[in-house]
């Protein structure tokens, strides 16, 4: 029955980040939640799909692939920082390039941030996120989740450029120009007062990721 629960949610999975953003789905429901709200109600649906595939993982019975060692969990510890700065630098502002943009008619190509480094911060964070905890989780279920979650991410900016690329028309690539043309180390050192807030934030995610990890997920991420 565990692998059953884990197959199911691996459907839940694929269809609550497929059929919602498809057509005749967003279109209707864009129109009925607004941009906003549909943007919230697809991110709620997201983590409580992921929240019920881990637990699903966590249940299913454990089939030894490879075996823990010491060194796994530091590569987590450090990865898991940098996904955290990225969450919180690129959440909740315009990037009309990708997924989950808020205020896109504000985007500033003269001012990029994160999109001239990355243009999928999000699905950069969450391919990070994977691979680290791939390493570190070595039975069969997790290898299944976690390898999935990287494939997905890896593929997945690929469908939303393709996506984008058609709202957009040749607005895409011309707007892509002008955020590549900025000077890289002008965007590396260009600090703001949201740009600090946003990067403290990531670091109070990270902290208190590893405070709840025990309580929350049973494994303890400090060796």
């Not at 059929?19 to 649906?45: D, E, H, K, N």
């Not at 089939?63 to 920082?81: A, E, G, I, K, S």
């Not at 600090?191 to 709840?212: D, Q």
Request: glycine share 10%; with cysteine; charged share 15%.
């Amino acid at each position: 029955m565990e692998w059953t629960g884990f197959a199911l949610a691996f459907v839940a999975f694929f269809l609550g980040h497929s059929v919602p953003v498809r057509p005749p789905f967003r279109p209707i429901l864009v129109r009925v939640l607004g941009a906003a709200g549909f943007g919230l109600a697809y991110s709620a649906l997201s983590v409580a799909i992921l929240t019920w595939l881990i637990v699903a993982a966590g249940r299913a019975p454990f089939v030894p692939v490879w075996y823990w060692m010491p060194w796994q969990n530091h590569l987590v510890l450090t990865l898991m920082l940098p996904v955290c700065l990225i969450v919180t630098l690129s959440v909740g502002r315009p990037n009309p390039f990708s997924f989950g943009g808020a205020r896109n008619d504000e985007f500033d190509a003269s001012r990029p941030g994160i999109v001239r480094l990355v243009r999928h911060p999000l699905l950069f964070a969450l391919a990070l996120w994977s691979v680290a905890h791939l390493v570190a989780n070595g039975d069969l279920a997790h290898i299944l989740l976690f390898g999935t979650f990287f494939v997905f991410a890896l593929f997945g900016g690929r469908l939303v450029d393709r996506r984008k690329r058609r709202e957009m028309g040749g607005d895409w690539d011309l707007l892509r120009g002008r955020v590549l043309a900025q000077p890289l180390g002008e965007v590396l050192f260009r600090f703001s007062r949201e740009t600090v807030l946003r990067a403290a934030l990531g670091v109070g995610l990270y902290v208190a990721l590893i405070m709840l990890h025990p309580i929350v997920i049973g494994v303890d991420p400090i060796p």
